[in-house]
């Protein structure tokens, strides 16, 4: 059973950046694409980006092309997402998953079998 755990969320200004965290354990790290969803109050809940399962297959969602960033460290079992020039429209609970599916950077919230607790991310104007 993978167990997930993210920090690093907080309130910001818009265009100061954040480091979000998620601890993985309980499973084999590196069998799993690593992703980071967002979810607004009143929205769904929305890709932000994944990392394959070697770490060298990224994708984004347009909207954070350019200042998010994505990355793994196989050693402390943790991914990360570096968020730079923050937005007011970023503002949402972050949440990382874990996905042993057969895609190599899915971007299905449905590909994914593990889920973090979510950490708040507020950014004003």
């Known amino acids: 059973q993978v167990q997930l755990v993210e920090s690093g969320g907080g309130l910001v200004q818009a265009g100061e950046s954040l480091r979000l965290s998620c601890a993985a354990s309980?499973?084999?790290?590196?069998?799993?694409?690593m992703g980071w969803f967002r979810q607004a109050p009143g929205k769904e809940r929305e890709f932000v980006a994944v990392i394959n399962w070697r770490g060298n297959n990224i994708y984004y969602t347009d909207s954070v092309k350019g200042r998010f960033s994505i990355s793994r460290d196989s050693a402390k079992n943790t991914v990360y997402l570096q968020m730079n020039n923050l937005k007011p429209e970023d503002t949402a609970v972050y949440y990382c998953a874990a996905s042993y599916s057969s895609f190599d950077t899915p971007r299905n919230k449905n590909n994914y079998g593990y889920w973090g607790q979510g950490t708040q991310v507020t950014v004003s104007s």
């Open positions: 309980g499973g084999i790290f590196s069998n799993y694409a």
